[in-house]
C-alpha cells in the first residue's frame, strides 16, 4: 500500500514538473513573441521617419516646407530635412548616423531633447509613446554653448538605438573603418571624429551608493569652458581608452560622448568624438 501510494505521488510530481515546464515554456514564447513584434512595430515607426527625412533630402526644391507665421523667422533657420518632423515634434534636436556601419545607425536615428525632463525619451519614441527602445536623447542639461553634448541612447540586444556601439569596444580595425560620426543639429549639418573609446562607471547616490574621493565622473563635466577643465576631460578620456587612436582634441573644439550601458548596471561606454 505504501509503495503504491509512493508510486502515485512520484508520478503525480513527474506531472506537476512537466505541467510546469510546458507553462514555462509557453510563457517564455508568449514574452518573445509579444516582444518581437513590440520591436517590429518599433522599427517600422522608425524606417517612417527615415523615409520622411530622406524624401525631403530627395524632392529638396519641390518640398514647401510649412511654417507657423509666430516662428517664421526661426523655421528658416532649420535645415529643410527636418523641418517637417520638427513641426510634428519640437523636442527635436537633431539626427545622429555612423555612415558605413551596417546597422540601423546607418541609416540614423532622429535626437530628442527635453531640458525640462532630461530623460523623457529614455522609454519613449518620437510620437512620445510608451517604448523599450527609448530614442536617442542628450542630456537635459544641456545648453546653446554646452562644449561636451552627452548623447544618451539604449545598448539594445538587436543592435537597434546604441546597440552596435559594442563593436567599436577592443576593436581598433572596426574603429579605423567607422571613425566619423555624423551628428546634425536642425540647424547644421556636422561631422565629428572618435578619439577615444572607453568604459566608464556612474553612481546613484539617491540609491545609497558612494562616489569615491576623487572619483571623475564624466557625465559632471559637460560645461568645458576653460583650458584647465577642457583638458582635464581630454586626460580623463585619453587615460583610460581601450587602445590609442592617434587622435585628440585641443581646447576650444566641439565634443560629443555618446553614451549607452556596458557589462553591469553602473557600466557605460563611451564614444568620444571632436567636430572637425
Known amino acids: 500500500m505504501k509503495k503504491s501510494f509512493r508510486n502515485v505521488l512520484k508520478r503525480l510530481v513527474k506531472v506537476l514538473i512537466i505541467c510546469a515546464c510546458i507553462t514555462g515554456i509557453i510563457l517564455t514564447s508568449a514574452i518573445l513573441i509579444t516582444r518581437k513584434s513590440e520591436e517590429k512595430k518599433e522599427l517600422e515607426a522608425i524606417e517612417k521617419i527615415r523615409i520622411e527625412k530622406s524624401n525631403f533630402e530627395q524632392n529638396e526644391e519641390k518640398q514647401e516646407i510649412p511654417k507657423n507665421k509666430e516662428e517664421i523667422e526661426k523655421e528658416k533657420q532649420l535645415l529643410p530635412q527636418y523641418a517637417n518632423l520638427h513641426e510634428k515634434n519640437t523636442d ?45 536623447w542628450i542630456d537635459g542639461r544641456t545648453k546653446e554653448d554646452t562644449e561636451n553634448i552627452i548623447v544618451y541612447g539604449h545598448n539594445m540586444k538587436n543592435h537597434t538605438m546604441f546597440g552596435s556601439l559594442k563593436k567599436y569596444y577592443n576593436d581598433k580595425e572596426y574603429y579605423e573603418e567607422h571613425k566619423y560620426i555624423q551628428f546634425d543639429t536642425l540647424f547644421e549639418r556636422q561631422t565629428f571624429e572618435i578619439i577615444s573609446v572607453l568604459k566608464a562607471r556612474v553612481y546613484y547616490p539617491e540609491k545609497g551608493e558612494k562616489v569615491p574621493e576623487g572619483e571623475y565622473l564624466f557625465y559632471d563635466h559637460m560645461e568645458l569652458d576653460n583650458e584647465k577643465a577642457f583638458n582635464d576631460y581630454i586626460k580623463y578620456v585619453k587615460g583610460n581608452e581601450c587602445y590609442e587612436t592617434g587622435v585628440t582634441a585641443k581646447y576650444g573644439e566641439q565634443l560629443i560622448t555618446l553614451c549607452t550601458c556596458h557589462g553591469t548596471n553602473n557600466e557605460r561606454l563611451l564614444i568620444v568624438a571632436k567636430k572637425i
Request: proline share 4%; glycine share 12%.
Open 92 to 136: 527635436l534636436y537633431g539626427w545622429i548616423s555612423i555612415e558605413g556601419s551596417d546597422t540601423s545607425l546607418e541609416k540614423g536615428y532622429p535626437v530628442m531633447f527635453t531640458p525640462n525632463d532630461g530623460n523623457f525619451y529614455e522609454r519613449r519614441n518620437f510620437e512620445k509613446e510608451e517604448s523599450k527602445s527609448g530614442s536617442i
